[in-house]
């Protein structure tokens, strides 16, 4: 069972170029998540999917975007990309509804660098 | 939205007994998280919390009062190994969470 998987593992980018990271979960979980990871201010949610199809803003979307086509894949897409977003990326998953703790899963994040 | 604090760091000896506190203040509670995150690592879950009380796991124990906004995490009998960075993180009713900074524990021989 491999859980989540984060690709690349880490990149370095030039500024202005597109960046697509990809995040696949086979839990199954319908709920899907991406957070950035900066020294001294925590995790902070730039995008979240409750369900296949479904969308939505956390804390920090601006300069990213993402879409769910399907219950696995999270795709989170830097359409230009600029220093500010250098940043440790974690994507996440749980069950959400239905009862229990729903705990979110995270998967090993991606180290990315704009220059 | 939440206001989540937290001590930045601390350190203990091995062997010994470290409480973690956790402040906040929030728009709709739905659960107070623990996780542990080792340096270069992802998060892991540790502790879950819903209604006011102790829950106990092994050497880790986690406390939450609701109407004081206020949670702890205790641990116990400290290893090397649980030198880490621990997440405190507060849930709200559209199953989205928010986390602290994180405290830092350094464990000292």
């Known amino acids: 069972i491999a859980g989540i998987t984060q690709a690349p593992t880490s990149q370095i980018l030039a500024a202005g170029r597109r960046m697509t990271l990809r995040c696949t979960q086979d839990m199954r979980h319908n709920a899907m998540y991406w957070y950035r990871q900066d020294l001294g201010l925590g995790l902070r949610l730039i995008h979240y999917?409750?369900?296949?199809?479904?969308?939505g803003k956390g804390e920090v979307p601006d300069g990213y975007s993402v879409s769910r086509a399907n219950t696995d894949d999270f795709p989170l897409t830097l359409a230009s990309a600029v220093p500010s977003q250098t940043s440790v990326y974690f994507c996440?998953?749980?069950?959400?509804?239905?009862?229990?703790?729903?705990?979110?899963?995270f998967g090993p994040g991606t180290r990315l660098t704009v220059l | 939205g939440q206001n989540i604090d937290q001590p930045t760091e601390m350190t203990a000896t091995e062997g010994a007994i470290v409480q973690i506190n956790c402040t906040y203040q929030?728009?709709?509670?739905?659960?107070l998280f623990w996780y542990q995150q080792h340096a270069g690592e992802a998060p892991t879950f540790l502790s879950y919390?819903?209604?006011?009380g102790l829950e106990e796991k092994g050497r880790f124990s986690s406390f939450l009062s609701r109407s004081k906004g206020y949670s702890y995490l205790l641990l116990k009998e400290l290893q090397m190994k649980d030198s880490a960075s621990y997440l405190c993180a507060v849930r709200d009713r559209d199953y989205k969470l928010s986390f602290g900074a994180g405290t830092t524990v350094t464990v000292r021989a």
């Open positions: 999917s409750n369900t296949a199809g479904t969308t």
């Open positions: 929030t728009s709709g509670f739905n659960g």
């Open positions: 919390n819903v209604l006011d």
């Open positions: 996440a998953s749980s069950v959400v509804g239905g009862g229990g703790s729903n705990t979110q899963y």
